[in-house]
């Protein structure tokens, strides 16, 4: 009991300075974080208790509330159109081919690169007068093409998506499914090819079940990645505004101009803690979803 | 014996080295130090650099942070918040004088200017009023810089237009907008963001209100969106795009609205012959006068060396150094009739009345709104061009946006 007791008391101190660091990191600020949601805070002078006045008028704002449904839509968006181009790339490279770690290694260069400077050149690439790709696509056409990628409300979404292909939490998002899919038992697909299953089968059948934890994990990941993360990949793209008229404007931006270009940091506190409690309910509702779906060996 | 000498040069050069790191806070001991934050980078030449010229006046070490821009206020907005004694003297801008005074961040400098030689009555008139319902002068303009049309004389030329005047019309410039376009050139570029509340209060809008601090737009910018939008429908102007270049310098565009500061960076770098005028009148002439004040933190434990500092940079030698460098005229009247903001190697520039002129009609306007409000207002003129609002739909929406920000 003694030793136990010891043991116990070792552990804890062990994990000391992750509580302490916890604690004072995340814990701290998000009750700062509420309790500056409920006064009048600006950036100078000294701040009024409000109560939920900030939340009231949030409801009221047509700006907060297309924020609300642009990140929501961008969020599942962007976490299914990632993890199927990492889920493919993931299956490339689990063929076993020559020069399988040159391939691994060009498919997740991009993704090293810092999201602002990756906005940054693809909003060059992405100009209409003077972007690199319709330079390209007039040298194809043989006349001028000038598609306006960024600020023509039909082609936004699909440039801006495209984008989210090479950032870090797509190339992180292939190597984990590429572990996963080494574990894979080999005698699976064997016993499947002697029944004459097809490769679409297979992968449904055999590989989808036997990564779905992994692909659980990656499905949380990437909505708190496109949750928070967002916001180093439009601001250079879209600026703080979410161009063309708010179709980009995700909550970290609207919480970005709030907090820094308008001063209101009461108000953007109170945003804050409407995406701290979006966060959690894409969370939430992914292991709802998930608890009849993913497959766990053991 | 060899050995010994070393040890004599070495020891001789870590004396010599101490000496030097000696001297440079010799200048702070004799004169003080101070530091001072600003958004432009210091100019390279030591001939136009007012700080070192400030420094060899004055005797005090003057110390130079330069911010970004893009995050220039909400930095001093923090440094002011958190009572930060890091800069001395501030450079702020017209939408944050205000508050920074009511928050006791800057100290009135009535005081410093009862004893001082700034004449406080040779402001240019909008500076004087932008100090009215503070109860003291809080800060002093560190220059004047306006909003004036550029012009590609030789697009001109080859059109046959004659140039434009400082007392050219609106219709004037639309209609020779309309017939400097070509194919692969536009007669004019879009209005950036400063410039579209030029068009706006030219319209006849007032723009801001110094009373109540709100965004006052309405029919004029509505008139003025539905003209942008026809020009864009008939490419006399761009559409909104996330294409960074310069049209005008890029030769693609004959005419462009944008801040005078533009002078010094295109003086010497455009291969084509260019002229400036003032922005075509419309209902009315407007255009927004821009500037940053200096300020004296009110945590500063520097104050006196760094109202020193201030005095030379407001004086004459000060204020002519800082036109040469930056091509922005004096806020004082008597320095800027000397004309030292007449860039030299701007050469093709005849019409520097348009100066004058911009700055004699120019108010404080939109510079005086806090940035989201403008920014998200411009974005949906963008809007309006790009086909997805109507005018209307986006004075409406830009309003609505400023009343939910503003005297929050």
């Known amino acids: 009991m003694a030793q136990k007791k010891r043991d116990n008391r070792t552990a804890f101190f062990f994990i000391l300075p992750w509580i302490i660091g ?52 961008f969020t599942i968006v962007m976490v299914i159109v990632t993890a199927v181009w990492a889920m493919i790339m993931a299956l490339l490279l689990n063929r076993k081919q020559k020069l399988n770690g040159i391939f691994q290694f060009c498919y997740f260069l991009p993704s090293v690169v810092p999201s602002v400077a990756l906005a940054y050149a693809f909003r060059t690439i992405f100009g209409k007068d003077a972007g ?98 967002s916001f180093a990949l439009l601001y250079p793209l879209t600026g703080e505004s979410g161009d063309p008229n708010g179709m980009t404007q995700v909550l970290s931006l609207l919480i970005y101009k709030e907090a820094f270009s308008n001063m209101k940091l009461g108000y953007a506190s109170a945003l804050s803690v409407i995406l701290f409690l979006l966060a959690a309910a894409f969370g939430i509702a992914i292991f709802l979803i998930s608890g009849k779906t993913v497959y766990y060996e053991n | 014996m060899k050995k010994r000498a070393l040890s004599i040069v070495l020891a001789g050069m870590m ?33 136009l650099n007012m700080y070192k010229k400030a420094e060899e006046a004055t005797g005090v070490k003057v110390n130079v942070t330069v911010i970004p821009e893009s995050d220039y206020s909400s930095k001093l907005n923090q440094m002011v918040n958190t009572a930060d004694s890091s800069a001395d ?12 005074a009511e928050a006791g961040g800057i ?18 008139d909008a500076v004087a009023k932008l100090s009215d319902g503070l109860g003291g002068t809080y800060g002093l303009p560190w220059c004047a810089a306006t909003e004036i049309m550029y012009y590609n004389k030789d697009m001109f030329d080859a059109a046959g237009i004659e140039y434009p005047t400082n007392d050219w019309s609106y219709e004037d410039f639309k209609a020779a907008a309309e017939k400097l376009t070509t194919d692969g050139v536009y007669g004019c570029t879009i209005p950036n963001l400063q410039t579209w509340w030029a068009g706006i209060g030219g319209a006849g809008d007032q723009v801001y209100d110094p009373e109540s601090g709100e965004l006052v737009i309405g029919e004029g910018a509505v008139s003025f969106l539905t003209d942008c939008k026809d020009m864009v429908d008939k ?14 310098a890029a030769g693609k565009a004959a005419m462009s609205w944008q801040g005078s500061w533009m002078i010094g960076s295109y003086a010497g770098s455009l291969d084509f012959n260019w002229d400036i005028a003032t922005i075509p009148t419309n209902q009315v002439k407007y255009n927004t006068l821009h500037t940053g004040f200096y300020t004296l933190n009110a945590n500063s434990q520097n104050k006196e060396a760094a109202w020193k500092v201030i005095e030379y940079l407001m004086g004459e030698e000060g204020q002519t150094i ?46 005086c709104l806090p940035s989201g409000v403008t920014g998200d207002a411009v974005s949906k003129f963008n809007s309006v061009l790009l086909g997805e609002m109507t005018p209307e739909e986006a004075v409406e929406a830009a309003s609505q946006y400023a009343a939910e920000t503003i005297g929050y």
């Open chain 1, 132 to 229: 690199l790709l319709n330079g390209l696509l007039t040298l194809i056409r043989g006349g001028a093409v000038n598609i306006n990628w960024l600020y023509d409300k039909q082609t936004v979404y699909l440039v801006v998506f495209f984008i989210t292909l090479f950032t870090y939490n797509t190339g992180q998002m292939m190597l984990i499914f590429r572990s996963g899919l080494a574990d894979v038992p080999e005698d699976l697909y064997e016993a499947a090819d002697l029944d004459g299953a097809s490769a679409v089968r297979k992968f449904f059948k055999i590989t989808l079940p036997m990564i779905s934890p992994l692909v659980l994990f990656n499905a949380v990941n990437g909505c708190i990645s496109a949750l928070n993360g």
């Open chain 2, 15 to 47: 004396a010599a080295t101490l000496a030097a790191v000696g001297s440079v806070p010799a200048m702070a001991e004799d004169g003080g130090e101070v530091t001072i934050t600003t958004w432009n980078e210091v100019n390279p030449d030591d001939s």
């Open chain 2, 235 to 248: 490419n006399i102007m761009p559409e909104p795009s996330s294409d960074t270049t310069d049209m005008f």
């Open chain 2, 89 to 100: 003297i501030m450079i702020v801008w017209e939408n944050d004088i205000k508050n920074f």
């Open chain 2, 322 to 367: 800082n036109s040469k460098s930056s091509a922005n005229p004096s806020a004082l009247k008597t320095i800027a009739d000397q004309g030292a903001w007449k860039v030299e190697a701007a050469t093709s520039i005849t019409n520097w009345d348009a100066m004058t002129d911009s700055l004699a009609a120019g108010v404080f306007g939109y510079t």
């Open chain 2, 107 to 124: 100290d009135a400098l009535d005081d410093y200017l009862a004893d001082s030689s700034i004449d406080t009555t040779d402001f240019i």
């Open chain 1, 22 to 73: 916890f604690i004072c990191f995340t814990v701290f600020p998000v009750i700062f974080m509420v309790r500056t949601s409920l006064t009048n805070a600006k950036m100078v002078g000294k701040p009024k208790f409000i109560g939920a006045a900030n939340y009231r008028n949030m409801f009221k704002s047509a700006t907060f509330l297309n924020s609300l449904k642009v990140t929501v839509f």
